[in-house]
Protein backbone atom coordinates (compact mmCIF):
# COMPACT_ATOMS: atom_id res chain seq x y z
CA UNK A 1 0.00 0.00 0.00
CA UNK A 2 2.83 2.15 0.77
CA UNK A 3 4.45 1.56 -2.96
CA UNK A 4 1.01 2.18 -4.66
CA UNK A 5 0.39 5.77 -2.26
CA UNK A 6 4.22 6.68 -3.44
CA UNK A 7 3.35 5.94 -6.82
CA UNK A 8 -0.21 7.96 -6.56
CA UNK A 9 1.66 10.98 -4.83
CA UNK A 10 4.23 11.46 -6.99
CA UNK A 11 4.59 14.79 -8.48
CA UNK A 12 1.73 15.59 -6.49
CA UNK A 13 4.06 16.65 -3.27
CA UNK A 14 3.72 20.82 -2.43
CA UNK A 15 7.63 22.19 -3.37
CA UNK A 16 9.87 22.08 0.22
CA UNK A 17 12.89 24.28 0.25
CA UNK A 18 15.01 20.94 1.99
CA UNK A 19 13.96 18.98 -0.87
CA UNK A 20 15.01 21.48 -4.58
CA UNK A 21 15.24 18.30 -6.40
CA UNK A 22 11.81 17.45 -5.20
CA UNK A 23 10.34 15.32 -2.77
CA UNK A 24 10.33 11.27 -2.67
CA UNK A 25 6.66 10.52 -1.74
CA UNK A 26 7.61 7.27 -0.88
CA UNK A 27 9.85 8.07 1.70
CA UNK A 28 7.02 10.77 2.94
CA UNK A 29 4.59 8.54 3.14
CA UNK A 30 6.50 5.52 5.46
CA UNK A 31 7.35 8.71 7.49
CA UNK A 32 3.79 9.78 8.05
CA UNK A 33 2.69 6.04 9.09
CA UNK A 34 6.18 6.05 11.71
CA UNK A 35 4.75 9.39 12.94
CA UNK A 36 1.05 8.52 13.14
CA UNK A 37 1.61 4.99 14.61
CA UNK A 38 4.92 5.74 16.75
CA UNK A 39 6.44 2.64 15.04
CA UNK A 40 7.62 1.08 11.57
CA UNK A 41 5.04 0.18 9.45
CA UNK A 42 6.71 -3.47 9.77
CA UNK A 43 6.54 -3.31 14.11
CA UNK A 44 2.28 -2.02 14.02
CA UNK A 45 0.58 -5.00 15.28
CA UNK A 46 -1.78 -6.95 13.14
CA UNK A 47 -4.86 -5.61 14.52
CA UNK A 48 -3.89 -2.36 13.49
CA UNK A 49 -4.39 -2.87 9.98
CA UNK A 50 -7.29 -1.51 8.42
CA UNK A 51 -6.28 1.50 10.41
CA UNK A 52 -3.13 2.17 8.80
CA UNK A 53 -4.42 1.48 5.59
CA UNK A 54 -7.27 4.39 6.09
CA UNK A 55 -4.82 6.31 7.17
CA UNK A 56 -2.55 5.61 4.16
CA UNK A 57 -5.83 6.68 2.13
CA UNK A 58 -5.91 9.48 3.75
CA UNK A 59 -2.63 10.28 3.34
CA UNK A 60 -3.01 9.91 -0.85
CA UNK A 61 -6.35 12.37 -0.76
CA UNK A 62 -4.71 14.95 1.63
CA UNK A 63 -1.21 15.40 0.17
CA UNK A 64 1.12 18.09 1.95
Do not use: T
Not at 5 to 30: E, F
Request: net charge negative.
Amino acid sequence: MIQEAGDYLQGQLPDHPNHPKGRNPYAHVAICVREKFNASYKDIPDEKFDEVLNYINFLKENPS
